[in-house]
T-cell receptor
Framework: GENVEQHPSTLSVQEGDSAVIKCTYSDSASNYFPWYKQELGKRPQLIIDIRSNVGEKKDQRIAVTLNKTAKHFSLHITETQPEDSAVYFCAASGRYGNKLVFGAGTILRVKS | DTAVSQTPKYLVTQMGNDKSIKCEQNLGHDTMYWYKQDSKKFLKIMFSYNNKELIINETVPNRFSPKSPDKAHLNLHINSLELGDSAVYFC?????????????FGPGTRLTVT
């Protein structure tokens, strides 16, 4: 089945700097790659997603890139703010497209 | 106007007991899920239902029995609770069976087994 690896497990950045989180997936049939943000004690919420027919997608300070050949995708957050501090999860839709397989998560700390 | 709600929010119980968690969504979605998030924050799917029909059962022990009385509700009953069942359980819903739609998560139920 699909396997998603996520790095780094923790990331500390200074406010205003950029943060990059990387994920690799194993199943070349996966075609949907969302990113979820989970604040402490809260529910995961979708922040951005990308489909396999697109190489890059941007939404204000957040962007996601996808390299299908290498089977990896990345989340880029620019001009980080303290409220960006959270756990970020990448996911892939797997071969049959009926479930999400999540990465292990990245704890992002933005220091002010 | 809660989209996906779960009850209870906290559940503390002893080993061997049986407990249930309830989930309701008012988004009109066809598909609902149960996820388990362990102490290391790892988020793993347990079950999914589409229009009351079980679609995914991720090799979960049969002490866990989901039940969907209608497409707006998905409950989780756990028999003979074990220490390793301690986790946060999230319910989620999405518009269709395919995973390529946004999933809306409930607030979670923190289960502690002592």
């Amino acid at each position: 089945g699909e396997n998603v690896e996520q790095h780094p497990s923790t990331l500390s950045v200074q406010e205003g700097d950029s943060a990059v989180i990387k994920c690799t997936y194993s199943d070349s049939a996966s075609n949907y790659f969302p990113w979820y943000k989970q604040e402490l004690g809260k529910r995961p919420q979708l922040i951005i997603d990308i489909r396999s027919n697109v190489g890059e997608k941007k939404d204000q300070r957040i962007a996601v890139t996808l390299n299908k050949t290498a089977k990896h995708f990345s989340l880029h957050i620019t001009e980080t703010q303290p409220e960006d501090s959270a756990v970020y999860f990448c996911a892939a839709s797997g071969r049959y497209g009926n479930k999400l397989v999540f990465g292990a998560g990245t704890i992002l700390r933005v220091k002010s | 106007d809660t989209a996906v709600s779960q009850t209870p929010k906290y559940l503390v119980t002893q080993m061997g007991n049986d407990k249930s968690i309830k989930c309701e969504q008012n988004l009109g979605h066809d598909t609902m899920y149960w996820y388990k998030q362990d102490s290391k924050k790892f988020l793993k799917i347990m079950f999914s239902y589409n229009n009351k029909e079980l679609i995914i059962n991720e090799t979960v022990p049969n002490r866990f029995s989901p039940k969907s009385p209608d497409k707006a509700h998905l409950n989780l009953h756990i028999n003979s609770l074990e220490l390793g069942d301690s986790a946060v359980y999230f319910c989620a819903s999405s518009p269709a069976e395919l995973a390529s739609y946004e999933q809306y998560f409930g607030p979670g139920t923190r289960l502690t087994v002592t």
